[in-house]
């Protein structure tokens, strides 16, 4: 298991020449892609390094859904800014919210998609192929 594992986790650092952009982590199912890492260094955002990340992401797997989760829009939240301005950068791209939440032990998440149609059941295969069967979490409306 952990050999076809190996296959499926993705971890990438991101490059413009020289330079370091940023990372993502991935984890790629039978029709699911779930992007749970993306960051791009402070001082490069707003570069576009991110869109264009997303942009290859969406190319690569055209044939799959592509879901990551974000922190909900609490306006108690100490990063409620943070948390508008990420939401915004990924409907700018094209992404659009679920309103599918996504929880566990360290709190709850909001699901977003890259595409019109949001395949609840599949999601949730891909959380548990990627954690073993470990991972407890609970995926409502």
Request: aromatic fraction near 14%; avoid cysteine.
């Amino acid at each position: 298991m952990f050999m076809s594992m190996r296959k499926r986790l993705k971890i990438h650092a991101i490059y413009d020449q020289d330079t370091f952009v940023g990372m993502t982590i991935y984890f790629v199912s039978d029709k699911t892609v779930y992007l749970a890492y993306l960051a791009i260094d402070p001082n490069l955002r707003g570069h576009g390094y991110g869109s264009k990340i997303l942009q290859l992401l969406e190319h690569k797997y055209q044939d799959k859904q592509i879901v990551l989760d974000i922190e909900p829009l609490n306006p108690d939240a100490d990063n409620y800014r943070q948390r508008v301005s990420r939401l915004k950068f990924y409907q700018k791209n094209g992404w659009r919210r679920t309103h599918q939440m996504l929880k566990d032990q360290d709190g709850q998440f909001e699901a977003l998609v890259d595409n019109a149609y949001f395949d609840k059941k599949d999601f949730a295969r891909t959380l548990n192929q990627m954690s073993w069967g470990f991972y407890q979490f609970k995926i409502e409306k």
